[in-house]
């Protein structure tokens, strides 16, 4: 769901938020996905720490 820069094409860029929140799929859903998919595969913490490091590499590039 990427545009050419990377952003989410669901972000609403002037108020920085997402317009299909509620409804958002659910690899958007961090605790849901985690519980769902990676659970076995690593810790929580280190799929929060992957969050963060991606979020933060987004953040760099002003997309959120």
Same mark, same amino acid.
């Given at each position: 769901?990427?545009?050419p #820069? #990377?952003?989410?094409?669901? =972000?609403? &860029? /002037? &108020?920085? =938020?997402?317009?299909?929140?509620? /409804?958002?799929?659910i690899f958007c859903r961090? #605790? /849901?996905f985690y519980e769902n998919n990676l659970y076995k595969e690593m810790s929580r913490e280190e799929y929060y720490l992957?969050? &963060?490091k991606i979020c933060?590499? =987004?953040q760099a590039k002003k997309l959120i």
């Amino acid at each position: 769901m990427a545009l050419p #820069d #990377d952003s989410c094409k669901f =972000l609403d &860029k /002037e &108020k920085n =938020l997402c317009t299909i929140y509620s /409804e958002r799929p659910i690899f958007c859903r961090v #605790d /849901e996905f985690y519980e769902n998919n990676l659970y076995k595969e690593m810790s929580r913490e280190e799929y929060y720490l992957i969050n &963060k490091k991606i979020c933060r590499q =987004l953040q760099a590039k002003k997309l959120i």
